[in-house]
RNA sequence: GGAGGGGUCGCAUAGUGGUCUAGUGCGGUAGUCUUGAAAACUACUGUACCGCAAGGUACCGCGAGUUCGAAUCUCGCCCCCUCCGCCA
């Protein structure tokens, strides 16, 4: 949520950023129902301060007259307070200069790419055939079981998704690969490690609103009888570890890394990447969560991004780094930077991560704040991005290693966690 | 799932209708003392909103209610703890 001081001053930059975002609002109402807002929050205090003083004289004749009053205004307040609420709820967050404008992901740009795609003197399967013949994915038992999107991962490839996690959790729980990797990208922040956490995959609805992400029942798994929902990221239950809280300057940087399945409906996307495991109604994901001071924040997202190349480029898997547009990034986003993997059996490259800077949007609303050493008091930044999407990552590994007799091959930093070099037909 | 206990200003506690503008201890900050440190002593030490300021208002898990007046009484909800049952 940004600040309503904020949206005051700069009423046309936010005007305008909202409808590069694909969004409309009416900002002159909105200011309308602040001032109105603040108008009668100033009545009430004064209400109440005659009222204390009737009080400590005991007088009930005038209490009893107040207390009428306060009814009334209070009432008022209460529905302006409402619609001014649910109006500032669809602010979305303002974007950083060095956003793409666009309206939909054809403005998005690719700022670098790295790695030779592979040359195959065959042509290259995709990963659903290549993982059916080798009896690793199985989509039609768990289409009987469970329905569509749903997929068993079996032998190696459910061993190798293993592999990738403890090689994944190994780069961001290690101090001094961290401070390389901070160096080689030419950063300039406090290094430390992340703390590994396995985090709860339901969470009331009421929470989840507060990391300003839109909850709506097509996206999600709802459960109204338990006032709970499935998580559709371990960043949902990451990002409000510290909700309600007031961190210590000297605390931060506080970095996690959630491990946790993801489940999303996925309705309306029928038909759409139907194969295999690319989109599926749960996968497993290795997320990373930053709390920052908010000078800090923006270098930490290329922290973040640096960290997903790395491990690329240790799978010696072949990406492009995305600045996706205003019309293609996320609600709550200051900054989104997506990478995209070679997927040679599709011939595309597809995303495999994402990194969400949402500055103070977020913790605006999980009233999570930063103490200066000055004293003072203001909201962290937070900045959330992917370590590994588990299947998609197995998809890149599955496409880019496939061998011409249909066996795939381990991507060396891998192997000692298979404790092999190949994936063959049993 | 059953029974009971509890959520108070960082932590621990006091507070059962008006003197609570929430007491005390610990922790923290500053000072006195000291060669330095410790101890002791003194002062300060929650958050949000309005206001140039003085100051004001709200917040005792959350939300409603009773009352002239609620941390305190009533109702609903959330969370934690103990015991029993069940269980990975």
Known sequence: MLDIKFIKENKDLVAQITKNKNREIDF????????ERKRLRTEIDEINKKRNE???ERNVAVGSQLKTELEQVEKDFGDVDKKFVSLMLKVPNIYSPDTPVGSDESANVAIRQWGEKPNFDFKPKEHDEIGR????????TAGEVSGSRFTYIKGDLAMLQFALLQFALNVVTNKETLEKITKDAGLNIPVSTFTPIIPPVFIKPAVQNRMARFMTPEDHYMFPNDDLMLIGSAE?????IYMDKIIEEKDLPIRVAGYSTAFRREAGTYGKDTKGIIRQHQFDKLEMESFTL???????????????EYILQSLKLPY??????TGDMGFPDYR????????????????????????????RRLNTRVKRADGSIEPVHMNDATVVAMGRTLIAILENYQQADGSVMIPEVLRSYMGKDEINRK
């Open 336 to 363: 989104q930077i997506d990478l995209e993997t070679w997927m040679p059996g599709q011939e595309k490259y597809r995303e495999t991560h994402s990194a969400d800077h949402t500055g103070n949007f977020q913790s």
């Open 236 to 240: 949902h239950t990451l990002g409000p």
């Open 133 to 140: 013949n080798l009896g690793i994915i199985d989509s039609e």
């Open 320 to 325: 492009q780094v995305v600045a996706v547009c």
């Open 28 to 35: 002159d109402e909105l200011l309308k129902l602040g001032d």
């Open 294 to 308: 908010p000078e800090h924040s923006l270098q930490e997202q290329d922290f973040l991004v640096a960290i997903q």
């Open 54 to 56: 009737a009080q400590r």
